[in-house]
């Protein structure tokens, strides 16, 4: 045991990104989170079938995607007129009156953002299963790290009722049916970060390239 | 389930908690992954995921401070120019920030006032002057409570996205209240500003790196108890003599 404990003593298996303390678990255990002693930052959360769930999840955000997109959220009228308000042509409408850098940081924190995160993920759980996809989904993870904080669906969310309740003594407001699928479309792109566990991803590849090498 | 912590202790004589840079290794910031580095503190890429792996972030305190300095300075039109108009019946005259919020309170919305607010006024103004006081902290000497300054860093780097809420509802409203003399909404050049202050401050946040603030306090901890031992050495020496 001692000698065990000897060894074990030298290898080290992570170091905390928040504070550097070397730390000899790599992994926490499933359904738990791993903290950080020295910091309490959370170093691993590891969801149950986390692999599973993501490709379920993200596959539904695509696919609420589309009536999201192109169904009306919300619908305003004064006496006989009316105005409707869809993800695209609020950005159109900005780009139009020539605000170029503010149409296109709506359209990428909107659309693009949480779009391009349920592709890489839908992505990475199902690519993850041929050795052929092995470099490409390395490449999709860093990508997803990079574009997490830029997805911002619930930040646009609260943006819609904020709007829904200024105007509302103005005009006649109605919801779109398009603002149900925002929603749902929202609430499941937030358990899918949830779910996501990259941790998870790494160790399926490092599984198969030591079962080849075996 | 906590993992071994400060190892350091046990490993002999050491005081300080054994961190990575101090065996040449670094933990990869995009998949975690422990690295060893090269020596002579180069950066290399991950063998796992392939990003580049420094140590620390390379600049990461001149980064910082001048993207910093760049929204502070970009808060100002960001406040004084409008941010939209809306014109109803004929009649409005441009609003900026301040008096969007104002409005809202005065017509008794004050929840909706309140979260507006604390938006797209309190999170940029709380997010640079936290980002400051972290920066000061470390390039000063000035007392450093490590546990306090990563709650401040973890709420600074948390809460900038929610300033962008002002931004998608003018972009909301400019397309759903578009019907011409009767009422219509268009922005102004303040959201231009103002966009650029949450990329500016949400980048800032991501370039700082906290592991500097351990370093930072790991280096006055480890000159105190050098103090101490030298002070106690020295009356060791002295104390024969004076008997």
């Given at each position: 045991m001692d000698q065990g404990q000897h060894r074990r003593r030298k290898t080290w298996q992570r170091a905390c990104h928040e504070c550097d303390l070397l730390l000899l678990d790599a992994v926490a255990p499933p359904g738990q989170k791993l903290v950080c002693p020295r910091c309490n930052a959370t170093l691993h959360r590891n969801p149950k079938n986390s692999v599973h769930y993501t490709a379920a999840l993200s596959l539904?955000?695509?696919?609420?995607?589309?009536?999201?997109?192109?169904?009306?959220?919300?619908?305003?009228?004064?006496?006989?007129?009316?105005?409707?308000?869809?993800?695209?042509?609020?950005?159109?409408?900005?780009?139009?009156?020539?605000?170029?850098?503010?149409?296109?940081?709506?359209?990428f924190c909107s659309v693009i953002?949480?779009?391009a995160k349920f592709l890489l993920l839908t992505f990475i759980c199902w690519g993850s299963a041929w050795a052929l996809l092995d470099r490409p989904v390395g490449l999709a993870v860093r990508w997803y790290q990079h574009l997490k904080e830029w997805g911002m669906l619930d930040v646009y969310m609260l943006g819609v009722l904020v709007a829904l309740?200024?105007?509302?003594?103005?005009?006649?407001?109605?919801?779109?049916?398009?603002?149900?699928?925002?929603?749902?479309?929202?609430?499941?792109?937030?358990?899918?970060?949830?779910?996501?566990?990259?941790?998870?991803?790494?160790?399926?590849?490092?599984?198969?390239?030591?079962?080849?090498?075996? | 389930m906590?993992?071994?912590?400060?190892?350091?202790?046990?490993?002999?004589?050491?005081?300080?908690?054994?961190?990575?840079r101090a065996r040449g290794m670094s933990c990869c910031l995009v998949c975690h992954q422990l690295v060893t580095m090269p020596a002579?503190?180069?950066?290399?890429?991950?063998?796992?995921?392939?990003?580049?792996?420094?140590?620390?972030?390379?600049?990461?305190?001149?980064?910082?401070?001048?993207?910093?300095?760049?929204?502070?300075?970009?808060?100002?039109?960001?406040?004084?120019?409008?941010?939209m108009t809306?014109?109803?019946l004929g009649s409005g005259e441009p609003s900026t920030i301040i008096s969007g919020v104002m409005q809202l309170y005065h017509a008794g919305l004050w929840g909706i006032a309140l979260i507006v607010?604390?938006?797209?006024?309190?999170?940029?103004?709380?997010?640079?002057?936290?980002?400051?006081?972290?920066?000061?902290?470390?390039?000063?000497?000035?007392?450093?409570?490590?546990?306090?300054?990563?709650?401040?860093?973890?709420?600074?780097s948390g809460i900038g996205r929610w300033s962008l809420l002002d931004l998608f509802m003018i972009s909301i409203l400019v397309a759903l209240v578009d019907m011409g003399a009767i009422a219509q909404v268009t922005a102004g050049p303040?959201?231009?500003?103002?966009?650029?202050?949450?990329?500016?401050?949400?980048?800032?946040?991501?370039?700082?790196?906290p592991r500097l603030i351990w370093d930072a306090y790991d280096e006055r901890r480890a000159a105190v108890h050098e103090e101490r031992d030298t002070r106690a050495q020295e009356q060791q020496r002295g104390a024969p003599g004076n008997a």
């Open positions: 539904t955000g695509l696919l609420l995607f589309v009536p999201a997109a192109t169904l009306p959220l919300l619908h305003f009228s004064i006496f006989a007129f009316g105005g409707e308000n869809t993800l695209f042509n609020g950005v159109m409408s900005l780009f139009d009156a020539g605000y170029y850098w503010l149409s296109s940081l709506v359209l953002a949480p779009l309740v200024k105007m509302s003594d103005l005009g006649k407001m109605e919801v779109g049916p398009g603002l149900y699928c925002f929603a749902a479309m929202m609430l499941v792109a937030n358990l899918t970060t949830l779910s996501f566990d990259q941790e998870s991803i790494w160790s399926r590849m490092a599984r198969r390239a030591s079962g080849k090498v075996a | 906590v993992a071994d912590g400060a190892p350091g202790q046990r490993e002999g004589g050491m005081k300080l908690p054994l961190k990575a002579g503190g180069d950066p290399r890429h991950c063998p796992r995921c392939g990003a580049r792996v420094h140590t620390r972030i390379d600049g990461s305190l001149m980064v910082t401070w001048a993207l910093v300095i760049t929204g502070t300075l970009l808060l100002l039109p960001a406040n004084i120019l409008p941010v809306v014109i109803y607010f604390v938006a797209s006024i309190a999170v940029p103004v709380m997010k640079l002057l936290g980002l400051i006081i972290l920066l000061i902290q470390i390039q000063l000497r000035v007392p450093l409570i490590p546990l306090q300054a990563m709650k401040l860093y973890r709420v600074v303040g959201s231009t500003a103002f966009a650029t202050v949450v990329v500016v401050t949400m980048t800032a946040a991501r370039s700082f790196d």
